[in-house]
């Protein structure tokens, strides 16, 4: 079965600090892999995505995500955490296995405090 | 340009009763999918829609239908409404079923009492 997991419910960092939102995945195939920000009482918004290529890949806000293929992982970084950073952080991943479905994890609750 | 826009916003159905939710992707957008997120929770997949055909289904019972019409709006329809059907239904429109990322509608907050 196609999963995506978040192993953490809430990451604390100080602000200026280098934060880590963790994401591992089950699919078969190829997946796509994305990040979404949600903040209160907004909607979701796209961060990044990794489709192919370089592993490393550059997003919105200054965040970037690390694809690893032995470790199923694609986890979302910031070199310095920002107070404004603080939201909740979705994982998720597309597949087409008899149909196309985007699969996203339960999310992180990111707090940076001052 | 505008982006997703869904209504209603908010809605208040009784146990039993059918609900449709409407949805206006983003100009050029040709691909919709519906998502429900309970407080708390991720996402969970409804549907997509790509040029009016239904391209993927989620663990939903039947209950939960929908269709996207020729402008490429759509509607995701709910019967016979359980009080576990509460929850905002979010609706994202993007350009490509799977390589691209989603823009998210504001959603709609469903109560069923």
């Known amino acids: 079965a196609q999963s995506v997991a978040q192993p953490e419910d809430q990451v604390n960092v100080a602000e200026g600090n280098p934060l880590t939102v963790k994401c591992t995945y089950s699919?078969?195939?190829?997946?796509?892999l994305f990040w979404y920000v949600q903040y209160p009482n907004r909607g979701l918004q796209f961060l990044l995505k990794?489709?192919?290529?370089?592993?490393l890949v550059k997003g919105s806000y200054g965040f970037e995500a690390e694809f690893n293929k032995s470790q199923t992982s694609f986890h979302l970084k910031k070199p310095s955490a920002l107070v404004s950073d603080s939201a909740l952080y979705f994982c998720?991943?597309?597949?087409?296995?008899?149909?196309?479905?985007?699969?996203f994890g339960a999310g992180t609750r990111l707090f940076v405090k001052a | 340009d505008a982006g997703v826009t869904q209504s209603p916003t908010h809605l208040i159905k009784t146990r039993g009763q059918h609900v449709t939710l409407r949805c206006s992707p983003i100009?050029?957008?040709?691909?919709v999918s519906w998502y429900q997120q309970v407080l708390g929770q991720g996402p969970q997949f409804i549907f997509q829609?790509?040029?009016?055909?239904?391209?993927g289904r989620g663990n939903f019972p039947d209950r939960f239908s929908a269709r996207q019409f020729p402008n490429y709006s759509s509607e995701l329809n709910v019967n016979a409404l359980l009080l576990g059907d509460s929850a905002l239904y979010l609706c994202?429109?993007?350009?490509?079923?799977?390589?691209?990322?989603?823009?998210f509608g504001s959603g709609t907050r469903l109560t069923v009492v």
């Open positions: 990794y489709i192919t290529g370089d592993n």
């Open positions: 699919v078969s195939g190829n997946p796509y």
């Open positions: 100009s050029g957008h040709k691909s």
């Open positions: 994202a429109s993007r350009l490509a079923p799977t390589d691209d990322g989603y823009t």
């Open positions: 829609y790509y040029e009016k055909e239904e391209r």
């Open positions: 998720a991943v597309s597949v087409n296995t008899g149909g196309f479905k985007t699969i």
